[in-house]
């Protein structure tokens, strides 16, 4: 459930743990008396103050600074009053403390400073900018994104979407499907009319460069959702083909263990990398062969389960060893059950490891390189990156959601179902406006308005406490 908007509501806004400064945040309609309470005057807007922060007894819990944010010009739209003091755990929890009792003290006249002050639940503050209309769904989601961003990338295009570039792009499609709807509604209102409604205004040219418009928008939303998630990358092979070694030459670092007894590798080993910005969530898994160890082939059968949840593979042969008969048909016998089992939108990428101990005349065309040089590292990371469908960020690359992506490829579903019907010989225009309805509906609820209950719990939910 949704908690009460009508609360006021306390927590402390920076991270947990040490640090020079912490914030305590209290959101709320008429914070003038808490404010007084707690400061013991009035604090100008918007203007930082420096001032003891008291407890009930009048001793000095720290001292700090007070700021107070009349709304609706703050965060959350309402009225903000944010503590800063010193970062330690027990002085923020003081404060904390402190201003929900205060709240429920009486002034003169038998009435709580500020009554029903409860704790903010996860997000609660973003939720209620968003509530308020100082941002839009969108932008909420950019906050989350801006705080979790692993790239340098990513965080300068969160950036962008916080500051309103994507929902721009969302309403000027919202804006071109509403002119669109008004010519269909106008025709279905007013039949017996002679004048084509549709026709003198060129409908079907309209909706033809709002297909165009969208398809730009959902490349670069598939971008952002990139930049965002990145793609989950398995190293699959027969054991001793340098699956660990090529982890550790992606990563720049020595995360598994390498050495000439197969089967060292008993348990997967995960690492975020970025190329060109992108996450690539790179995994090491045990090497596939039939084995008599109980361990080992747990180890195998969990290689197995992330082979079929990875976005890519990359499927790693032993050059040393491809004179050797048992082991080709071992690479052919693994080769065969990835095609089988995978489905056919999840590339295979052979890779052909150990260039720099094989012999010249045994290399076979394709991607080759030595794990243990980084010989040919670089063309792997292309590869990658072309496998996840990355292309050269463009300029003003704002970040995306896989939600969002999967509302922009519904909008064109019903755009393309549209223009079926304007098309047709004898066009249903009862279906045509509903199709088109459906269309906005779906960018709607990108920036959230029309967005369902349930959806908001589930974005911000995901926030910290304090945000």
């Excluded at 032993?318 to 080769?335: F, N």
Aim: aromatic content about 4%; proline content about 4%.
């Amino acid at each position: 459930m949704l908690p009460r908007h009508d609360q006021p509501i306390a927590a402390i806004a920076t991270a947990p743990g040490r640090g020079a400064v912490g914030i305590v945040r209290v959101s709320g309609k008429g914070l003038a008396p808490l404010v007084q309470r707690l400061c013991g005057r009035e604090l100008k807007a918007r203007e930082a103050t420096y001032l003891p922060l008291r407890d009930a007894k009048g001793q000095p819990i720290d001292h700090g600074l007070a700021l107070f944010f009349p709304g609706p010009h703050s965060y959350t739209g309402e009225d903000v009053l944010e503590l800063q003091a010193h970062g330690g755990t027990v002085v923020l929890q003081l404060l904390l403390a402190r201003c929900l009792e205060a709240a429920a003290e009486v002034d003169g006249a038998g009435q709580a400073f500020l009554p029903g002050l409860r704790l903010a639940q996860p997000g609660e503050f973003t939720e209620r900018a968003f509530l308020n209309d100082k941002i839009d769904l969108a932008q909420a989601e950019a906050i989350a994104d801006l705080i979790d961003a692993s790239t340098e990338a990513a965080a300068r295009s969160a950036s962008r979407s916080l500051s309103g570039a994507f929902s721009q792009e969302i309403h000027t499609l919202r804006d071109a499907l509403v002119r669109l709807r008004m010519l269909v509604e106008a025709t279905l209102d007013f039949p017996e009319e002679d004048i084509d409604f549709l026709q003198q205004a060129d409908a079907s040219g309209q909706l033809e460069r709002l297909q165009q418009s969208l398809s730009g928008v959902l490349a670069r939303a598939h971008q952002g959702a990139l930049l965002r998630e990145g793609i989950k990358v398995v190293i699959a092979g027969q054991p001793n083909a340098g699956k660990s070694s090529l982890l550790n030459a992606l990563a720049g670092a020595e995360l598994a263990i390498v050495t000439e007894i197969a089967g060292t590798t008993r348990d997967k080993v995960q690492q975020t990398i970025q190329i060109e910005g992108v996450p690539l969530h790179v995994i090491d898994t045990a090497g596939l062969r039939e084995s008599d160890d109980t361990v080992e082939r747990i180890g195998i059968s969990r290689a197995w389960d992330e082979i079929a949840a990875a976005d890519a593979v990359l499927f790693l042969h032993d050059l040393t060893r491809q004179d050797q008969a048992d082991y080709r048909a071992g690479d052919d016998a693994i080769r065969a059950t990835l095609s089988e089992r995978l489905p056919a939108q999840v590339p295979v990428i052979d890779v052909w490891n150990k260039t720099d101990s094989a012999s010249a005349e045994s290399l076979p065309d394709g991607l080759r390189l030595s794990a243990r040089t980084g010989d040919g590292l670089d063309a792997l990371r292309r590869r990658l990156l072309e496998v996840a469908g990355w292309q050269s960020a463009p300029e003003g690359l704002y970040l995306a959601r896989a939600r969002h992506v999967e509302a922009l490829q519904a909008v064109g579903v019903h755009l393309d179902q549209a223009m079926a019907q304007l098309r047709a010989a004898g066009p249903h225009l009862d279906l045509l406006a509903e199709e088109l309805r459906l269309g906005q509906n779906a960018l709607n609820a990108i920036t959230g308005e029309f967005t369902s209950d349930d959806l908001l719990g589930v974005i911000f939910s995901s926030f910290c406490i304090g945000k």
